[in-house]
Nanobody, 128 residues
């Protein structure tokens, strides 16, 4: 099974940028959608962005225009470029495989078949 590991988090001031990486081991993820999720303290986990196997890209409304997802299948890595960070982006960020991502006009996107193999995640802290 493919194992994913998120990295790249850190402490940044509001308005700053970070780039998160999600690296795969134990296989390739060419046939998977890869999603970024985040969980802030005391809140439920929420979807942030999804990179579909066919090149489709999906974003939560709260991050659209600020975050950019990309994937390099030759490196088995998916990236999340986060710009114009705000304190509300503070959370632990996780990546995992997803069977399908679709547009949801209320939230930005919805997922089907999210793997529960979350890994350790990477912490992003945005100071005001």
């Amino acid at each position: 099974d493919v194992q994913l590991q998120a990295s790249g988090g850190g402490l940044v001031q509001a308005g700053g940028s970070l780039r998160l990486s999600c690296a795969a081991s134990g296989g390739t993820f060419d046939d998977y959608a890869i999603g970024w999720f985040r969980q802030a303290e005391g809140k439920e986990r929420e979807g942030v962005s999804c990179s579909a196997w066919d090149g489709g890209k999906y974003y939560a409304k709260s991050v659209k225009g600020r975050f950019t997802i990309s994937r390099d299948n030759t490196k088995n890595t998916v990236y999340l470029q986060m710009n114009s960070l705000i304190p509300e982006d503070t959370a632990a960020y996780y990546c995992t495989t997803i069977r399908l991502c679709v547009v949801d006009y209320q939230t930005g996107f919805a997922t089907v078949g999210v793997s529960d193999n979350w890994g350790q995640g990477t912490l992003v802290t945005v100071s005001s």
